[in-house]
Nanobody, 124 residues
Framework: QVQLVESGGGLVQAGGSLRLSCAASGRTFSTYTMGWFRQAPGKEREFVATITRSGGSTHYADSVKGRFTISRDNAKNTVYLQMNSLKPEDTAVYYC?????????????????WGQGTQVTVSS
């Protein structure tokens, strides 16, 4: 069992930056591939970024590539999402998720554990 708690969301103007954090407790954090997803009102939850257990490989949705960076600190049991050049269309609830699968994962159905989400609002 893994518990995930996101933080760092808030209100920011377009062009601004935010850094989300996701703190994990429970089983060994370094054994999980981690991901970030988001869900805007009236839309399905969508993939944002994923990172392997060691942090050696990452993958991003095309919509955030070059603007967002996923990273992790296994010593602190935390995964981060640095979001730069934010746009109003980035407004959503952001969720972190964990999977025991040892490769990059983009499908929501393949993640085993989810946090409660943190709201990000980007004003124009």
């Amino acid at each position: 069992q893994v518990q995930l708690v996101e933080s760092g969301g808030g209100l920011v103007q377009a062009g601004g930056s935010l850094r989300l954090s996701c703190a994990a407790s429970g089983r060994t954090f370094s054994t999980y591939t981690m991901g970030w997803f988001r869900q805007a009102p009236g839309k399905e939850r969508e993939f944002v970024a994923t990172i392997t257990r060691s942090g050696g490989s990452t993958h991003y949705a095309d919509s955030v590539k070059g603007r967002f960076t996923i990273s992790r600190d296994n010593a602190k049991n935390t995964v981060y999402l640095q979001m730069n050049s934010l746009k109003p269309e980035d407004t959503a609830v952001y969720y972190c998720a964990a999977t025991s699968r040892p490769f990059l994962v983009v499908l929501t159905s393949l993640y085993d554990y989810w946090g409660q989400g943190t709201q990000v609002t980007v004003s124009s």
